[in-house]
């Protein structure tokens, strides 16, 4: 079974993006932050907290900001155990020139370092909009739109420049490697002053489709669930790792088309481990994770609006010929 969905607002024992420290070999549990700003600039960023060695419980933390013309500056920072704190109650992940916290009353993510400054303060919401189960992996979307601030400085002698921004939060975990339930998924974040959305597309390895669509608009949840009119066009590539080339999902009152261009940023997540440690894993999954510009049109209440959007693509592994073309999960 592909997945058993549970939408919609959870009671007060639900999970609210609270670190689970993952327990087991190839455990590993993950943040993916999307935020854009009023200014333009769009941040893009994943923690990680593996046990993929060497040793449990190693902190990763990397991402990109993205100017108007898609240039991209990266930050990184990588700590095994012992080397970054979980402070703030247990919720905030500190790796000194990096700390995120994605549970605690105030959300926050922060970048120190000589050449970037980055403080975004989220305005999070009590329980997750939705969540899904895969055999042992878990998710669950924390926010699809809320409102933040950020304060930016870029470059070392730059003065820091604050503006008001949008964030999308998601946060997924696995008691073993992901690629043993998720081999492929596409999710479209659209972070527009009113309007948040939420769109993916998630392939099993035994080639099962679900989506999730989970649409906001002035604050209110207008859909949350599985839209039974959508569907992703992918492009064709030798190496199994096609990227998306449109989208479209329609339900009661909301439509929506994308348009998938080149890559903004792509990173192999294995990078940060080491070299035997690294061996031993891509024995099983060769992951590849990329972040797209999505251009949009929306069809809502009345209105046209058109924009852009950011997509998050990530493969654990190539996909096999026999599920190239991936069926609808029957639920």
Request: charged share 25%.
């Amino acid at each position: 079974m592909l997945a058993c969905i549970a939408l919609g607002p959870m009671g007060a024992a639900a999970a609210t993006g609270a670190v689970q420290m993952p327990d087991g070999e190839f455990a590993g549990e993950y943040w993916d932050l999307i935020a854009r700003s009023d200014a333009g600039k769009w941040l893009v960023a994943q923690a990680a907290i593996t046990n993929h060695g060497p040793g449990d419980h190693a902190a990763t933390v990397l991402g990109y900001v993205v100017e108007r013309d898609g240039t991209a500056r990266r930050f990184k920072r990588n700590d095994p155990a012992g080397r970054w704190m979980l402070d703030g109650g247990g919720s905030r992940i500190d790796l000194r020139s990096i700390a995120f916290d994605p549970a605690g009353p105030a959300r926050s993510f922060e970048v120190s370092k000589d050449d970037l400054g980055l403080d975004l303060r989220i305005a999070g919401r009590a329980a997750p909009l939705a969540t899904s189960r895969a055999g042992a992996c878990s998710f669950e979307l924390l926010d699809a739109g809320a409102p933040a601030s950020l304060r930016l400085r870029d470059g070392a002698n730059a003065a820091s420049r604050s503006s008001a921004a949008r964030v999308a939060l998601t946060h997924r975990w696995a008691t073993t490697l992901e690629a043993d339930c998720v081999l492929r998924r596409v999710e479209v974040f659209v972070l527009e002053p009113e309007v948040g959305i939420y769109f993916s597309e998630t392939t099993d390895p035994d080639g099962r489709v679900a989506r999730q669509l989970v649409a906001e608009h002035d604050g209110r949840v207008l859909f949350a669930g599985d839209p039974d009119d959508a569907a992703v066009r992918w492009d064709v590539a030798a190496d199994g790792f096609a990227p998306p080339d449109t989208a479209r999902v329609s339900v009661p009152g909301l439509s929506a088309s994308f348009r998938f261009e080149s890559a903004l940023a792509s990173i192999d997540p294995t990078e940060r481990l080491p070299a035997p440690v690294q061996w031993l894993v891509t024995a099983r999954t060769t992951p590849r994770l990329s972040w797209l510009r999505a251009p949009f049109e929306l069809r809502l209440a009345g209105r046209v609006v058109s924009g852009e959007a950011i997509a998050k693509l990530s493969y654990s592994n190539p996909l096999p010929a026999r599920v190239a073309e991936p069926r609808r999960d029957s639920r």
